[in-house]
């Protein structure tokens, strides 16, 4: 495969509602993939993205949680308790956070980038990233688990991010 250069998708484009597909091989293409995916959360700023914000339709997410990498294919939740809400920020939605409801403990099984599996056990903000970024690559993001009202009130931000997709999109194109 070659070099690919990723960028990030915006609310609008089309690969953020996307079921992605599950990995079957993990092989050093998906390391690339992992890779590039990571260099992109740096830069931009994130401790989490999934594959299809980076516009790969792919089941992988990366987390950077201080000096803790994940780097997970095909990651699932087995099991969730507790509860907890933070404050939550979405690369592919800037200039919006919300606070989110989600479970305070997860088990996630999920495979490595070596294709070894692995289990998780997480709580506080690294089970919030884990959530997060396995919704995304169900296709569900962050607006969709707040109210109606709540989300009447970003009208207009969501308005301005979606122009911004759209000019995302045309310029990658080129
Ligand atoms: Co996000």
Known sequence: MKKMKLRIHFWGEKI???????????????????????SLMRVSDGIGLAANQAGVDLRLIVIQIKSNI???????IIKREGSIKIE???LSF????LGIKRAG???VSSLDENGSPIDIE?????????????????????I?????????KLKNKLKEIRKMAEHAAQKSEQ
């Open 94 to 97: 800037p200039g919006i956070t």
């Open 122 to 142: 997480a709580d506080g903000i690294l089970a919030v990233a884990l959530q997060h970024e396995i919704d995304h690559i169900n296709g569900v993001v962050f």
């Open 144 to 152: 969709d688990r707040v109210s109606f009202l709540e989300r009447l």
């Open 88 to 90: 939550e920020g979405c």
């Open 16 to 38: 953020l509602r996307r079921k992605c597909r599950r990995v079957k091989d993990v092989d050093d293409d998906i390391r690339m993939i992992l890779g590039e995916m990571y």
């Open 105 to 107: 403990k997860v088990w």
């Open 70 to 76: 994940f780097k997970l294919v095909n990651p699932k």
